[in-house]
T-cell receptor
């Protein structure tokens, strides 16, 4: 089954404790992206990757890191989480061969709480 | 700069009634437009998309949307709403020049029995 998986689905952590949210897709997509969803703000793009070793900032990259060492995986790293990063996070992938031409496939989401 | 506006935060309709969700975009070139639906506790699922050609596009679950360049709009419609359509709906625009996507803030649909 074609899918985007994220782990963990739920995470409660404390301020400053480094964490990684994993994302994996089995559709051989070039493009992967991370979003955060907050009430009243919709989805905001954090980082995206056009292919292996190629990443770029979205609209809200501060406090986050990403890497793309393999085509299928795109982990989101919070090196020193803060309470304002409490949010619902989504990973997505698409063919991405022509900019924003293709629809994205979304993972189920990771609800992160930073206390 | 690109932007997407969904002016209605909440909409309530009765089951069987028609539905229109509004979406306005700001983009210099021809946009790639999408509507996604998010059911409670779920990820986002694509309803339909517009890239070029016929300005009236059909999607899944009986939804359609019309691209109106003169009004910078891409409104989502359904002739008869079902209780299972209760969800949050997001309009999004993709850039042909970059790999960025911009989402609207969403419209939450409530369906009355």
């Amino acid at each position: 089954e074609a899918q985007v998986t994220q782990n963990p689905r739920y995470l409660i952590t404390v301020t400053g404790k480094k964490l990684t949210v994993t994302c994996s897709q089995n559709m051989n997509h070039e493009y992967m992206s991370w979003y955060r969803q907050d009430p009243g703000l919709g989805l905001r793009q954090i980082y995206y990757s056009m292919n292996v070793e190629v990443t770029d900032k979205g609209d809200v990259p501060e406090g986050y890191k990403v890497s793309r060492k393999e085509k299928r995986n795109f982990p989101l790293i919070l090196e020193s989480p803060s309470p304002n990063q409490t949010s619902l996070y989504f990973c997505a992938s698409s063919l991405g061969l022509a900019g924003g031409l293709y629809e994205q496939y979304f993972g189920p989401g990771t609800r992160l709480t930073v206390t | 700069a690109q932007s997407v506006t969904q002016p209605d935060i909440h909409i309530t309709v009765s089951e069987g009634a028609s539905l229109e969700l509004r979406c306005n975009y700001s983009y210099g070139a021809t946009p790639y437009l999408f509507w996604y639906v998010q059911s409670p506790g779920q990820g986002l699922q694509l309803l339909l998309k517009y890239f070029s050609g016929d300005t009236l596009v059909q999607g899944i679950k009986g939804f359609e949307a019309e691209f109106k360049r003169s009004q910078s709009s891409f409104n989502l419609r359904k002739p008869s709403v079902h209780w299972s359509d209760a969800a949050e709906y997001f309009c999004a625009v993709g850039s042909s020049g970059t790999y960025k996507y911009i989402f609207g803030t969403g419209t939450r649909l409530k369906v009355l029995a």
